[in-house]
């Protein structure tokens, strides 16, 4: 097995659970575990019975497992290549084995089939739950307290384990920029930043306090599922509690603008309110553990406290609260919480803070949530030091719905034509993600190639031939693709200048976005180009070429969409070319482009049969100056004798 991109450990007890009331709060819940999953390489933690809250996770794997079938066998029956690949859910589950109804059988000697009866034995014995994928038996060395302490021992130091890199690392290729096509060398990832674990605590025993007080004694962040019931209500009471009053306290003493959330709360407010409060809570929340027993309900709530005393250090926050009764809580977008938590816990300033924020922001790009990005990376002092990596733009690429991410990126002042030498751009079209459209259409449509085997590289001659004919049968614009002139641009050999080598990079990048159905991504990377106007034309052209091509139904009126709102964004880049100066919008109408063929922006509305572009105000005195030249038709009164309408005097 391979280390994960991040761990998930589920913080929750069984003798003690209870079934939520609202069945959306447990919908939105396993929507997120798996959306979380589905997303990067996690693995999830739980105790592995078939009860609480590892059920649930069960039942969300059980239900994703099924709908991934079903996906998988209807795209087969169109496509091969169209099935969708998605990344391994590893769910590990540790449980003490004497806990195990058929613990007699696990005793490792050789595979065996079990089958859960739905029933427990007796109290305190359960079954393992048959959706996780790896189960860790613990034995230990008596069933009482001792066992369970050894337990709790044993699943953090398991856990904290794991922040270390486990099997093989990971490869990655690098490609040159001049050689033969195969030449590549291998890299591997640095492995100095630890893997993240991240504890989430839902509901909860009083022995779950244990493993979360393990957790801030290691500076390990912890999210707090308020609202589930539970450990989880009383540490989110006792943190909330503390951190108002020190905020209070702040206020008042200090006159601070900004609270000092590190600061505790007083002596006696501890003592005569938080403490009487607590113990309350404790009572109702386990009423047959600690109603007769005080010893045991004074220890709970001192650990409790002591987490409270945990739960910061200088600008370093390790628990953070999600409160499922607040306006805007969603379970189902668990991985914003658990990237905060994790932000939130890190140093804000060392010697690694660049490999930390690169695995941060690879974590936020396979999770897809710019918001984080923009707020808690890009946003900061010290991003600014330093430079988006060329591997991260090239994974906001490759996948789906990433478009936000490039645009960051681009704003960071990220160089296009510095990345795209001629074999990364052959690497976008072999690898990039839903390749299907470009497959079908482009390839098979256009271009009527057959037998295209899936996932096997375009021949090594592409960018020159195919990728040429496709954007001259769609554009009409032939030779558009420079391979090589993009590889010596990309180490600053510039045939030009690096003006030009950037403008060509992105008219590229557009190219291909096009070519894959990306309009959204199509759309940023035009915003970004230095000729809007024939690119718009160009792009509009391609849509309503494509659309020709494409069999379904669906897919011909996406591109006709397409083509009309770039058609539209050409015009109205024109319209406002003509309101500000009229002169300079006379002028890039008749402009030569070096870039398409020598063609002007006009020429090229003509060849897609663009009427409503030519039809535009500026374009027709354009038209009627290029036409009569400086011959000028006057109106004359010429009283009663007066020539004929058809003669003219010039």
């Not at 490792?108 to 959706?131: A, H, M, Q, R």
């Not at 951190?243 to 609270?259: G, T």
């Not at 960018?463 to 600053?492: C, R, T």
Request: neutral net charge; proline residues 4%.
């Amino acid at each position: 097995m391979r280390s994960p991109k991040i761990v998930l450990s589920i913080i929750s007890g069984v003798h003690h659970f209870k079934v939520w009331k609202n069945p959306r709060m447990k919908d939105q819940f396993k929507k997120g575990i798996i959306r979380a999953a589905n997303r990067t390489e996690m693995w999830v933690i739980t105790n592995g019975i078939d009860d609480g809250v590892s059920s649930m996770i069960g039942e969300a794997v059980q239900e994703e497992n099924i709908l991934r079938a079903n996906s998988r066998y209807n795209l087969s029956q169109l496509r091969p290549d169209a099935v969708k690949k998605f990344h391994k859910l590893t769910m590990i589950g540790v449980m003490p084995k004497h806990k195990i109804s058929y613990q007699d059988l696990l005793d490792g000697s050789d595979c065996i089939n079990v089958t859960n009866e739905g029933c427990k034995f007796k109290k305190d014995i359960y079954e393992l739950n048959p959706d996780h994928t790896h189960f860790i038996m613990v034995e230990t060395e008596t069933p009482d307290d001792k066992e369970k302490v050894q337990y709790v021992e044993f699943r953090f130091n398991f856990e904290r384990q794991l922040q270390c890199q486990l099997g093989r690392p990971r490869r990655y290729k690098r490609l040159l920029s001049f050689g033969s096509d195969d030449e590549t060398s291998e890299i591997i990832e640095p492995t100095t930043q630890p893997i993240p674990v991240i504890g989430l605590v839902i509901q909860g025993s009083p022995r779950g306090i244990d493993l979360v007080l393990f957790y801030l004694r290691n500076k390990m962040p912890i999210v707090v599922v308020k609202g589930s019931g539970g450990c989880a209500d009383l540490l989110a009471y006792a943190i909330e509690e503390s951190q108002e009053r020190s905020a209070d306290s702040s206020l008042i003493l200090h006159n601070r603008a900004v609270p000092d959330l590190n600061a505790k709360p007083d002596g006696d407010y501890e003592e005569h309110h938080l403490k009487p409060e607590l113990l309350k809570m404790i009572v109702h929340t386990f009423p047959n553990t600690f109603k007769e027993n005080d010893f045991a309900k004074n220890v709970l709530r001192d650990k409790i406290l002591e987490c409270v005393s945990l739960a910061t250090e200088d600008e370093r926050t390790f628990v953070t609260i999600l409160n499922t009764q607040g306006w805007d809580a969603n379970l189902a977008d668990l991985d914003k919480y658990i990237l905060k938590a994790l932000f939130k816990s890190e140093i804000k300033s060392n010697s690694r803070w660049r490999e930390r924020a690169y695995k941060d922001l690879t974590l936020l790009l396979d999770w897809n949530r710019p918001d984080l990005a923009q707020s808690e990376i890009f946003s900061s002092r010290d991003f600014s030091r330093i430079k988006v990596d060329k591997t991260l733009f090239e994974k906001s690429l490759m996948k789906t719905d990433r478009e936000e991410f490039v645009s960051l990126f681009l704003d960071q002042g990220f160089l296009i034509h510095k990345y795209l030498n001629h074999k990364h751009l052959k690497y976008l079209f072999d690898k990039a993600e839903d390749s299907e459209f470009f497959t079908t259409v482009c390839l098979e449509g256009v271009l009527g190639k057959t037998h295209i085997i899936p996932d096997q590289p375009l021949p090594q001659d592409f960018l020159v031939n195919d990728l040429n004919k496709l954007v001259a049968k769609l554009s009409g614009i032939k030779d558009f693709v420079q391979p090589y002139e993009l590889s010596m641009n990309s180490v600053e050999l510039y045939v030009l200048d690096p003006v030009v080598a950037e403008r060509k990079a992105i008219n590229c990048l557009i190219i291909w976005a096009v070519l894959f159905s990306r309009p959204k991504l199509a759309k940023v990377l035009w915003y970004r180009c230095d000729e809007p106007i024939p690119v718009a034309l160009i792009c509009s052209n391609m849509y309503r070429e494509l659309s020709k091509c494409s069999m379904e139904l669906y897919q011909r009126t996406e591109m006709e969409t397409c083509a009309k709102e770039f058609g539209m964004m050409a015009l109205g880049v024109l319209d406002i070319s003509y309101s500000d100066v009229s002169a300079q919008a006379y002028a890039m109408l008749s402009k030569p482009l070096p870039d398409f063929n020598n063609k002007s922006a006009i020429e090229i509305a003509y060849d897609a049969s663009y009427g409503s572009f030519i039809a535009h105000p500026c374009c027709q005195r354009w038209l009627t100056r290029k036409l009569f030249g400086s011959i000028q038709v006057k109106e004359l009164d010429w009283g009663i004798c007066r020539l004929p309408y058809w003669f003219k005097v010039y």
